[in-house]
């Protein structure tokens, strides 16, 4: 373990590491456009320059490997002097067209700039090179080849991730620009990462482009709930009304904009997929289901569920406690699937197709996985596949009458279509049952025949907890609010559960609490022992195979 | 510099009025004096045509170049908006009444245009922040200040009635950091009719909407 001094301040620091890396270990900034920790060192921008004792000339702190006694300042006159002379450098034909540009307002230029330049162009405008502006490269990305400063942060990624090398740098010296082939879009399916990681405006997301200047957003650290992956994101959506008294103007329940990947080094690095990226999306494919129904008309939900707790306890009271059961979703949290657990006392299942075959299997080499549920893996811990046997067999036991109430709780795949024939066995398990309610997010035709049906609140619009493939324990939050009257499903149950006599508390910190003590397996977890990046789970359910594709 | 009498910048006549009260003496023929200064006011307003009174609103008195009234969208040459969409107005807006939606221009040197500009005219604080945040002089103000409206969706005013109105060609421009205007101008239905980019793709041009600025109740 070399030690060496930063800043006056000593270290101990890992051998084979780079000075940039320890400076970012331990909180001290150095400027950079070029590095990103996943994506491999090139060191172009000369933006990371320290000074280092006994050196002659100042070195690059991205590829400047730590050494015994290393004495490194970072702050001095000499360093702040070329971090302005970059500046100029990299500024010198920027078209300066802020107002019109994505990524105003989360620019790596305009933050530097104002730290460590603040200069006059030495060219004017009028006379600065014109290149390529808004092309395409790909379904989701534009370049503008103007506003670029070459750091090949999109070349390295499709170098050394997705291994497809769509992006390039061609032409050399002052003609150089980054670009595709004619015949090769950049279309793989990790695109939309090379708009996160480019630090300037040249490259933005044909998807949000023009939607909202990015200083009216708010992020909420969230998890995608596109597969069972997990990955780690954040959700970009209004924070605050923006105009005046009109309908569709004032954001009152909040609008998601966009998901940037958030860095877990054990999860997903700092990518996403294309199809996580835009999964938001789906939440509008459909209309959304905003008020209870029952019978033709609309109700609201917290009058309806004392006559749902009466008619399950009916049901229970005259043919046994094998007559009611749950279909619940993957795609519900954790203190969902544990609540209604306990409301059905056991009899629950989360089975629609073939998630647990698919849960740990990988689509491809980097992130996504066939199931595309982000918490089978939590509703298996839990015990939720049992002899149920899932949808097929409720269908079988509903057909012969040994269940006649039953609550279904659907979800929509975020990402992909949900399968034709599992919506028509839902079609059936309804019809076939005597008293059935349904809680779903959207207002789908084969729901309308239920007994009851409740709209529940969907993926970034409920706080709770899933566990991906590899039982990371991780924390979804809400960012917007439900629309209407929808509830999560952990607050209907948490009230079915207060009408049957247990006092439990809407609040899923709470909820928590109780599965921590509850359950073995999360013992001694809970939100705070969470937090931002999650926490990996004692022992895994089952073994986990290697299966590669 | 000397100081100026009576402490004014100008030279202002300084009345002593105490004094001037105490000269005065009420007697008839004061009473007669005051007659007169009626009759004669009476017969200089009927033969001369002298009145001092304003026939508002038909007549108003004149208004400050500064003055900052309802807001105009500027165009450029060719009468297409000048508005870039950056949303430094609507930032910078501390009622929060302007509501722009962005699109992709045709022009990839302009890149980006509104398809939407709302003002509501009711939030509106009339400030003038906008036309100080703006950076490309797109949003002026007018001297126009009535707002008379039959229901409360007409005082949203969209991007046609931001560019043109009657009230413009009425009252002229007012509140404009930059005057005159380096770049921008404002619409003229007579030379500006032919537009090349169209400020609004699939809806009619703005002059075509000029006529129909003034609703009629039902």
């Known amino acids: ?549 | 510099m000397t100081p100026a009498k009576g402490g004014y910048a100008v030279d202002v006549p300084v009345m002593n009025v105490s004094q001037k009260a105490r000269q005065e003496h009420a007697t008839v023929w004061s009473t007669f004096r005051a007659f007169a200064v009626t009759l004669r006011r009476l017969f200089t307003s009927l033969f001369k045509g002298d009145t001092p009174t304003i026939y508002y609103p038909e007549q108003t008195r004149p208004y400050s170049e500064r003055f900052r009234g309802t807001h105009i969208l500027t165009v450029r040459d060719d009468g297409s908006l000048k508005c870039v969409a950056c949303y430094m107005c609507a930032t910078i807006c501390p009622a929060e009444c302007i509501y722009i939606q962005a699109g992709e221009h045709p022009n990839p040197e302009i890149e980006k245009f509104p398809t939407r500009f709302d003002i509501d005219m009711m939030r509106c604080i009339y400030c003038g922040f906008c036309v100080d945040a703006c950076p490309e002089e797109a949003i002026i103000m007018s001297r126009e200040h009535h707002q008379c409206a039959y229901n409360r969706d007409e005082t949203i005013y969209g991007i046609e009635k931001l560019m043109a109105r009657p009230g413009i060609d009425a009252k002229g421009p007012g509140y404009r950091p930059n005057r005159p205007m380096a770049e921008a101008k404002i619409f003229d239905k007579e030379t500006q009719k032919a537009c090349p980019i169209p400020s609004v793709i699939d809806e009619r041009h703005p002059a075509v909407l000029y006529e129909s600025m003034i609703r009629k109740r039902d």
């Open chain 1, 1 to 549: 373990m070399p030690k060496l001094t930063i800043d006056g301040q000593a270290y101990e620091a890992e051998r084979g590491k780079t000075v940039i890396q320890i400076a970012d270990e331990v909180g001290i900034d150095i400027p950079r456009y070029c590095y990103h920790p996943d994506i491999g060192i090139e060191g172009s921008c000369r933006m990371c320059m320290v000074e280092v004792k006994g050196a002659p000339k100042l070195m690059p702190a991205c590829a400047t490997p730590i050494a015994e006694g290393m004495e490194i300042r970072t702050k001095t006159e000499r360093v702040h002097e070329a971090v302005r002379y970059a500046m100029e450098f990299l500024l010198l034909h920027h078209p300066i067209d802020c107002p019109v540009c994505d990524q105003s307002g989360e620019c790596w230029l305009q933050d530097y700039y104002m730290a460590h330049a603040g200069h006059d162009s030495r060219f004017p405008l009028g006379q600065k090179t014109r290149r390529r502006k808004a092309f395409d490269l790909g379904p989701l990305v534009k370049l503008d080849q103007e506003r670029c400063i070459l750091c090949t942060r999109c070349v390295r990624f499709t170098r050394n991730v997705t291994k497809t090398n769509e992006v390039q740098v061609f032409n050399r010296g002052h003609r150089s620009e980054i670009g595709i082939f004619e015949d090769r879009p950049l279309n793989n399916p990790y695109s939309g990462n090379v708009v996160d990681i480019c630090p300037v405006g040249a490259l933005t997301s044909s998807d949000f482009r023009f939607q909202v200047r990015v200083w009216f957003l708010k992020g909420t650290p969230s998890v995608c709930a596109g597969c069972s992956t997990g990955c780690n994101l954040r959700i970009d959506h209004s924070a605050r009304a923006v105009g005046g008294g009109t309908p569709g103007y004032t954001a009152t329940d909040g609008k998601i904009y966009r998901t940037i990947g958030r860095r877990n080094v054990d999860v997903n690095k700092s990518w996403l997929c294309d199809e996580g990226r835009l999964s938001f999306h789906t939440l509008e494919h459909w209309p959304r289901l905003r008020s209870a129904m029952t019978g033709g008309e609309t109700r609201a939900v917290v009058e309806l569920l004392p006559g749902i707790h009466e008619h399950f306890d009916s049901i229970r009271k005259a043919y046994g406690n094998s007559a009611i059961a749950a279909l619940v979703s993957a795609t519900n949290t954790i203190e969902a699937l544990f609540l209604t657990k306990k409301y059905f006392d056991g009899r629950v299942d989360f089975r629609l197709g073939k998630e647990v075959e698919l849960y740990e299997q990988r689509q491809d080499d980097l992130l996504r996985r066939l199931d595309k549920h982000p918490n089978t893996r939590g509703a298996l811990d839990l015990g939720l596949a049992n002899e149920l046997n899932g949808l097929s067999g409720l269908l079988r036991r509903a057909e012969r009458k040994e269940i006649r109430g039953m609550w279904i709780s659907f979800h929509p795949q975020l990402v992909g279509q949900d399968a034709p024939e599992i919506l028509e066995q839902l079609r059936q398990l309804i019809a076939a049952l005597e008293f059935s309610v349904v809680s779903t997010t959207h207002d789908f035709g084969w729901a309308r025949a239920a007994s009851v049906l409740l709209p529940m609140a969907s993926w970034a619009e409920e706080k709770g907890t899933y566990t991906n493939y590899a039982g990371r324990l991780q924390i979804t939050n809400r960012a917007v609010m439900p629309p209407g009257d929808a509830w999560p499903l952990h607050a209907l149950m948490a009230e079915l559960l207060n009408l049957s006599g247990v006092q439990v508390s809407h609040d899923p910190d709470v909820i928590f609490d109780w599965i921590s003590r509850e359950v073995p397996l999360y013992a001694g977890v809970d939100y705070d022992a969470i937090g931002f990046s999650g926490a990996a789970l004692a022992q895994p359910a089952e073994p986990v195979p290697e299966v590669v594709r």
